[in-house]
């Protein structure tokens, strides 16, 4: 549906424009010009950015088994990104257009081409390691003793509490720590709205197993990591696997897969599935002295060893503009009407039901108003009772709430509202008094139509 009835296609700037419109992101310190690789979720950005983490969480932690939650500092102690080889190795290669300063990641251009920005040719500069780690002081006196880093990643921060999580926890391998928070990269080029930015939110999972069987767990997790996109309704002809070749593999890497999605701006990751092997922990217990916290003591055997890792490492702003992306249709659904709509999956949809009364008058808004306060409980739920009705589905429909009440002098009679679907504008006759249940069915039997 949302591809071959129409060739209205998605781009960049429709959803920054859509979002900017209705409140799903803005700018960073807009007024006073913007700043470069960063950006604001507004009252409908948040939702729904709150409601992806909310389904990867359920999804890493509720229904998997021995996978528990953390929440680390951003800030840490600087000795463990020398460990993790981020002070040494977290570089980017920049070029700059000699022509018109313009600065570009090396690898992501052809260095044998015109400048992209200027159009010059062999006006580049030689390649030079850039590091992306960001940092600031801590305490009173700033020098190189005080300095620490912004975490470029949520991942140490799951490592060095490896053991405080197995001590408390008493789990048993294989077990995994999943975290949810900031990372910030000072990149080199943050262009294409938020899918690269300086700052940023990653959800990251480790999975901590004993060497050897990491073989097992990795095509595990490969598949399990993709399986959530389709529960998640993402379009799965816009997402593939792309395996790291051995010039692309990080440091740390014995093996690598991104999930990649078709962005406007065409294929990119979204998701990286990495075998880390034992290099982190390794490196915690080599740097700080503490082996002890960075081994596993088998039950059984008794045999002591470091546990190997397989992670999955995704962008929750990222997801975000994979989400806005995917969802994004402009419908025509008649000749010469068209109708924006997001395709969210219901259960990240900023707002659920829309309660609408077709009339003010006679009574209808209070009784529209009364069964939006009961279904409050349970859903987010919005209350409009302005301008025509098929012009309120609209301003829905093109923020991806999945239902709409409407709210008519038949329900004074009969006690049903006119339940609205979405995606097929199709409109049912449903009671009130079940109108809690029948939602919550709806969105647990959901399934997008491509
Ligand atoms: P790239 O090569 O694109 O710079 P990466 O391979 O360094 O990314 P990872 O370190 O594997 O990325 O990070 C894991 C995930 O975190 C990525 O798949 C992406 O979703 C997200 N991510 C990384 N950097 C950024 C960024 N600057 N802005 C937004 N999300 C990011």
Redesign the pocket.
């Known amino acids: 549906m949302a591809d071959g009835k129409n060739n209205k296609e998605v781009t960049l700037a429709k959803l920054t424009s859509l979002s900017k419109r209705r409140g799903f992101v803005f700018q960073s310190s807009e007024i006073y010009g913007g700043l470069n690789g960063a950006w604001d979720y507004g009252p409908l950005g948040i939702a729904l950015k709150n409601n992806i983490q909310k389904f990867w969480w359920k999804e890493m932690t509720q229904l998997h088994d021995n996978i528990v939650g953390l929440d680390a500092a951003i800030l840490m102690h600087p000795r463990t990104w020398e460990a993790s080889g981020h002070v040494e190795g977290f570089n980017d290669p920049m070029v700059d257009c000699k022509e018109c300063n313009a600065r570009f990641r090396a690898d992501h251009i052809d260095l044998s081409a015109p400048c992209p920005n200027c159009g010059n040719k062999d006006s580049f500069t030689e390649p030079r390691d850039f590091n992306l780690m960001l940092s600031t002081n801590l305490g009173p006196v700033r020098n190189e003793n005080s300095k620490v880093y912004l975490r470029p990643?949520t991942a140490q921060g799951i490592f060095v509490n490896f053991k405080n999580v197995e001590n408390t926890s008493r789990l048993k391998l294989p077990f995994g720590i999943a975290q949810v928070g900031k990372a910030f990269?000072n990149?080199v080029t943050t262009k294409s709205f938020i899918?690269?930015?300086?700052e940023?939110e990653?959800m990251e999972m480790q999975y901590f197993v004993k060497p050897g069987t990491d073989e097992e767990w990795f095509p595990y997790w490969k598949e399990k990591r993709m399986a959530y996109y389709d529960k998640l309704g993402i379009n799965n002809k816009k997402l593939r696997f792309h395996e790291h070749g051995p010039d692309e593999l990080a440091h740390y890497a014995k093996g690598a897969f991104?999930i990649e999605y078709e962005f406007p701006m065409g294929w990119q990751?979204?998701?990286?599935i990495h075998s880390r092997t034992d290099f982190d922990l390794s490196r915690h217990a080599e740097f700080s002295g503490k082996k002890k916290d960075c081994t596993y003591r088998d039950p059984e055997t008794n045999e002591v060893f470091i546990p190997y890792v397989i992670e999955t490492?995704?962008?929750l702003?990222?997801t975000v503009l994979m989400c806005l992306s995917d969802a994004y249709e402009e419908e025509e659904i008649a000749e010469g009407d068209v109708r924006t709509v997001l395709h969210f999956h219901p259960a990240i949809a900023p707002l659920t039901v829309a309660v609408l009364p077709l009339v003010k008058k006679d009574g209808l808004a209070e009784l529209a108003k009364e069964i939006e306060l009961e279904l409050r409980e349970d859903f987010a739920t919005f209350y409009d009772q302005s301008g025509a009705i098929g012009k309120r589905y609209r301003r829905q429909d093109e923020i991806g709430t999945p239902f709409c009440l409407t709210v008519d002098y038949d329900t004074k009679e009969d006690q049903t509202v006119t339940l609205r679907f979405r995606d097929s504008m199709e409109q049912v006759r449903v009671p009130i008094s079940e109108l809690s249940n029948r939602i919550r069915s709806e969105i647990k039997n959901y399934k997008r139509e491509f």
């Open positions: 990643e990269r990149e899918f690269r930015t300086c940023f990653q991104d990751e979204l998701e990286g490492s995704v962008g702003t990222r």
